[in-house]
């Protein structure tokens, strides 16, 4: 077999120049006379090690890492090194890339392929048993599909965690001309970057999720929404669809099936609210992402007013694997009624982040700890928030919890699309509990008043609580705003931006001036 | 080809795709680097709806915006995993050593700076992206880098333009 070197093209791997390493090496290759091919492939989510460079040879795969261009001289003598057959002898050198700790303690389904080869060689995917979902679903009937997904005990990924094979069988039984399937990759949470990474890496798996929803519930047109922030995933995932059209994944008469599948993606436009349904499909029609008020639903009445199945990245993704591995292996999984993996993604001032897929009933210590190490400044851990910008911000006392959709809920948290960002004890809570009103400011699609200028009013008490202006009335204040905010909202926007505003308050009264009370 | 009629062009090619204000949107921002006024009245025509509708959808995002912007688009990403690195700094500096605040374009028409909640990047915050560039670890003196690196490669630019 040749030689191969792999570097990263993820975003993460980007941002801390793995373009230069990149060049770096095949300008070394060529110097030094090797065989060797570079190969530019995803990441395996360990971001703190990248760029992550791995060497494959008939003996295995080895990494090297972080590696920057000042030492690619270095890793490469340690590469030849290793193809003759010596030790590396190289500071960088992390050994077999599957048994480094990090990795090896997870447990990948729905990132199983990640960062192992070039996300857009469809020959590496199927020989990484990609398709072979879509292959049983094309033996299967709609309702049959429908079952396995039930069977799994799938939940959303995307941070409602509503039942995913329920919200087919609707779509599955509403009757319609005309059916979608909707992508959600607006991924707009702070310390998320799952679905990014998933469509970075392995963007056929998407691709073979969404098609077989659209075999379930007889859909012929899918449309991925995906976040403008994402350039990298929005260049892959067009490729991804070119590839596999060509090659009849998509497009008409799939796998001599007779039924057809079309895919899009369409680019949002800065909106964190277009990641709500409702509000992404208005703005997939070409409107204000204005949400709209249930019911209808979605399921029965969505895009251009017909049954429409919306799914996060990830829950289409871990369709792909439950169809091809069986939805029993997938529910052996998991606790209670959250079954199978989750990706937890951590993130925020942390000294190893990256991503996490494990089993749920993990807790929030044992990610922190086992795989974080730690904060990134080296300094105490102070708080952590969970479940993106309207999760509440949890004190030490409540890292005990198991991630089970419903422990969190009964703390008053929640794991949302499983962004997990870590403050170390400089955090003002204060300031965060602002930054939480001023972000629905911002973002708030504004049609409830108590969402649109609620939070307005919010920035300016927590502004005199802060300073000590008549302190006592403007805290009771805050709390009838934030009162009003979660009872008189239509969405999770308003109704849940107190979370963080309420838990910052509890559990850091200090951070706002107020004197501690012993009160709890 | 001169402005409008490459906008028309545009509006030919996405008015009959469903759901084709957001990619229409998207193309001319990519050509002339923002939505200029002149641009509503053929997008109204052309997908049917009254130019306060066109306004109504284009002041609602973010990415979209009628004024002109800079060269080069730079944005600093303050949401949470960035605040908790220290993005607030980067902020304060940047706006301080561009002497602009957000939204705002360099006298010199350099670049527009603006902010943006989360790049996807937050396990090596804090973030910031110039045009689709995304960088990790940013902070005060790597910005500099970063903006001195931009100068260059803009001029360079200007010059083969001439
Ligand atoms: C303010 C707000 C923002 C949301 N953002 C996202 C998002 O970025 N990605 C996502 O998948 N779901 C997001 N959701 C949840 C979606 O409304 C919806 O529940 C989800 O797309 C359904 O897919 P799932 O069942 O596979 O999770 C958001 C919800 C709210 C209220
Ligand atoms: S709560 Fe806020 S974001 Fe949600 S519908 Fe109301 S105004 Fe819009
Ligand atoms: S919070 Fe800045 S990149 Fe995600």
């Known amino acids: 077999m040749r030689v191969q070197l792999f570097v990263p093209q993820d975003t993460t791997a980007l941002a801390l120049g793995a373009d230069a390493v990149a060049m770096a090496i095949a300008k070394g290759i060529t110097s030094r006379g090797l065989d060797i091919d570079v190969v530019r492939n995803g990441s395996r989510g360990m971001f703190w090690l990248e760029p992550l460079v791995e060497l494959k040879t008939a003996a295995g795969r080895v990494a090297f890492g972080s590696v920057n261009v000042t030492d690619v001289e270095s890793v490469l003598d340690a590469v030849e090194r290793c193809v003759a057959g010596e030790e590396a002898n190289c500071p960088l050198f992390l050994g077999a890339s599957e048994s480094i700790d990090y990795l090896a303690k997870q447990q990948r389904l729905t990132f199983k ?62 009757p319609a001309e005309q059916k979608y399937i909707v992508c959600n990759a607006d991924e707009g949470d702070s310390g998320t970057f799952a679905d990014r990474l998933l469509m970075e890496s392995d963007p056929y798996q998407l691709i073979e999720g969404m098609v077989i929803a659209g075999l379930a519930v007889g859909a012929n047109q899918g449309y991925i929404y995906l976040r403008s922030e994402y350039p990298v995933a929005h260049n892959i995932m067009n490729q991804a669809i070119d590839n596999a059209t060509k090659a009849g994944f998509l497009g008409k008469n799939i796998g001599d099936s ?117 904060t990134f400044s080296g300094r105490p851990i102070k708080a952590i928030q969970m479940g993106g910008p309207l999760g509440a911000f949890l004190p030490e006392s409540q ?9 969190f809920a009964a703390i008053k948290a929640m794991i949302g699309h499983g962004g997990i960002v870590v403050f170390d004890d400089t955090a003002d809570m204060a300031a965060q509990a602002r930054f939480a009103m001023e972000f629905c400011v911002v ?74 009370r012993g009160d709890h | 080809m001169d402005q409008s009629n490459y906008i028309n062009d545009l509006v030919e090619q996405f008015k009959t795709l469903p759901g084709g204000m957001l990619p229409l949107l998207h193309a001319i921002k990519h050509k002339v680097g923002h939505i200029p006024e002149s641009a509503i009245d053929p997008i109204a025509k052309g997908l049917n709806l009254s130019r306060a509708e066109v306004h109504g959808v284009i002041s609602f995002y973010h990415d979209f915006n009628t004024q002109p912007k800079g060269r080069n688009i730079v944005q600093i990403c303050r949401a949470e995993a960035c605040q908790s690195m220290g993005s607030r700094h980067i902020e304060t500096h940047a706006k301080q050593s561009l002497g602009i605040d957000y939204g705002e374009v360099t006298n010199d028409g350099l670049l527009t700076l603006e902010p943006v909640y989360c790049l996807g990047n937050c396990a090596c915050s804090p973030s910031v992206r110039i045009n689709d560039d995304i960088h990790a670890r940013v902070d005060s003196e790597r910005f500099d880098q970063l903006i001195v690196d931009l100068k260059k490669q803009d001029s360079r630019l200007l010059e083969g333009d001439l």
């Open chain 1, 113 to 174: 392929r990640s960062g192992i080869g070039d996300p857009l060689c469809l020959k590496n995917y199927q020989k990484l048993h990609g398709f072979k979902g879509l292959e049983k679903a094309l033996t299967m009937s709609g309702q049959q599909i429908v079952d396995e997904v039930k069977t799994s005990g799938l939940r959303g990924r995307g941070g409602a965690a509503f039942p995913a094979g329920i919200k087919w069988q609707t779509v599955l039984n509403a």
């Open chain 1, 399 to 407: 890292w005990d919890t198991p991630l089970d959709y419903e422990a």
């Open chain 1, 443 to 516: 973002e708030s699609c504004g049609k409830c008043t108590p969402c649109r200028i609620g939070s307005t009013r919010g920035v300016e008490v927590i502004d005199r609580i802060v300073s000590n202006q008549e302190r006592d009335n403007n805290l009771i204040l805050l709390h009838e705003l934030c009162d009003t905010m979660e009872l008189g909202s239509l969405c999770a926007m308003g109704g849940m931006t107190p979370f963080p505003v309420r838990s910052a308050l509890t559990y850091f009264e200090e951070d706002f001036g107020l004197s501690s």
């Open chain 1, 258 to 374: 007779g039924s057809d599948f079309f895919l899009e993606v369409r680019l949002g436009a800065g909106a964190y609210i277009c990641g709500e349904e409702t509000s992404l499909l208005e703005s997939l029609e070409g409107k204000r992402g204005m949400v709209r008020a249930k019911p209808p639903l979605p399921a029965i009445e969505g895009l251009f007013g017909m049954p429409t199945v919306v799914n996060n990245v990830l829950t289409l993704g871990a369709v792909a694997s439950i169809l091809g591995e069986g939805a029993t292996k997938y529910k052996d999984f998991g606790m209670g009624r959250s079954r199978g993996t989750l990706a937890v993604q951590l993130a925020g001032n942390i000294k190893r982040g990256g991503l996490i897929e494990l089993a749920f009933g993990v807790t929030l210590r044992q990610i922190v700890d086992d795989f974080g190490a730690g």
